[in-house]
Nanobody, 116 residues
């Protein structure tokens, strides 16, 4: 069972930046898409960003222009650069991957808190 490990969360002031990382315990043979969701207290888990193995990206409207998803190894690791953070970005951020022909695998989550 491949595990995903997130890191990079923390407390940041409004307008600040954080970079989240997601690294798989071993490389996947083939990946369809990887990305991030987030869940604020009392709310459902919502889509944030994704990147396909071909490099195509998608973003939730509220993070467009502020967040950037990237990968340096599409079968093992990906990142979420978050700039101009707002208090409403506060949430637990979960990375996920959908390997080709397999169900999604999720990370354990990392807390991001935006507060002065």
């Amino acid at each position: 069972q491949v595990q995903l490990v997130e890191s990079g969360g923390g407390l940041v002031q409004p307008g600040g930046s954080l970079r989240l990382s997601c690294v798989a315990s071993r490389s996947f043979f083939s990946v369809y898409v990887m990305g991030w969701y987030r869940q604020a207290p009392g709310k459902q888990r919502d889509f944030v960003a994704s990147i396909s193995s071909s490099g195509s990206t998608n973003y939730e409207d509220s993070v467009k222009g502020r967040f950037t998803i990237s990968t340096d190894n599409p079968r093992k690791s990906w990142y979420l650069q978050m700039n101009s953070l707002k208090p409403e970005d506060t949430a637990v951020y979960y990375c996920y991957v959908i390997p080709s022909g397999s169900p999604a695998t999720w990370g354990q989550g990392t807390q991001v808190t935006v507060s002065s």
